[in-house]
């Protein structure tokens, strides 16, 4: 059974840093893209942040770009999403993805496996 399971999240004001960790087991990790995603109250669930499977290739939503970095640890099969310079626009239900192809799944139908959100609130 697979399993994704995010963590870090929580309450930091305006300019603040946060990062969440996400961990998976029960399949092959280094074989498969990871992605971030959020989804805020009223909004559609948006890509944030993926990575392919070896962490060379990267790509992030106009609106975190020079704010966010994601990276993995294929020995420790986590992911990682680093996020500087958080804005209150930045709240949102935090979703770890784990993709369907070793490409950096970009989409919500490249999703194999989501983790169950994790909170994160910017304070102005």
């Known amino acids: 059974q697979v399993q994704v399971v995010e963590s870090g999240g929580g309450l930091v004001q305006a300019g603040g840093s946060l990062r969440l960790s996400c961990v998976v087991s029960?399949?092959?990790?280094?074989?498969?893209?990871m992605g971030w995603f959020r989804q805020s109250p009223g909004k559609e669930r948006e890509f944030v942040a993926t990575v392919n499977w070896s962490g060379e290739g990267t790509y992030y939503h106009d609106s975190v770009k020079g704010r966010f970095t994601v990276t993995r640890d294929n020995a420790k099969s986590t992911v990682y999403l680093q996020m500087n310079n958080l804005k209150p626009e930045d709240t949102a239900v935090y979703y770890c993805?784990?993709?369907?192809?070793?490409?950096?799944?970009?989409?919500?139908?490249?999703?194999?496996?989501w983790g169950q959100g994790t909170q994160v609130t910017v304070s102005s």
């Open positions: 029960g399949r092959n990790f280094y074989i498969y893209g």
């Open positions: 993805a784990a993709g369907s192809s070793s490409v950096a799944p970009t989409t919500p139908r490249n999703i194999d496996y």
